[in-house]
């Protein structure tokens, strides 16, 4: 069982930033991707950044240029640095993490980013 817990959500005005984190603990094999999915209100859940183990990255084209992911291997902790915040980013930001020992993908309890003036 692996769990995540997230951190870095919070109320900010438009252009700015904000930087999320998750760690993951618990009975960890091999976590290949983690990541970030996120879901505004009466929308279904996007997903917005990945990346691997090798640091291999991929984005939605709404968050290109804006937001960066990274990842500790050793803390098995991913992160998501976001700049020039839209209000289009409020959401529930959701951390996951897929194990490919086990083939099982973990998910956090989600953290709200709110962007506005």
């Known amino acids: 069982q692996v769990q995540l817990v997230e951190s870095g959500g919070g109320l900010v005005q438009p252009g700015g930033s904000l930087r999320l984190s998750c760690a993951a603990s618990?009975?960890?094999?091999?976590?290949?991707?983690m990541g970030w999915y996120r879901q505004a209100p009466g929308n279904q859940r996007e997903r917005v950044a990945r990346?691997?183990?090798?640091?291999?990255?991929t984005y939605a084209d709404s968050v290109k240029g804006r937001f960066a992911i990274s990842r500790d291997n050793a803390k098995n902790t991913v992160y998501l640095q976001m700049n020039s915040l839209k209000p289009e980013d409020t959401a529930v930001y959701y951390c996951?993490?897929?194990?490919?020992?086990?083939?099982?993908?973990?998910w956090g309890q989600g953290t709200q980013v709110t962007v506005s003036s």
């Open positions: 996951y993490a897929y194990d490919s020992n086990t083939l099982k993908t973990s």
């Open positions: 618990g009975t960890i094999f091999r976590i290949s991707v």
């Open positions: 990346i691997t183990s090798n640091s291999l990255t």
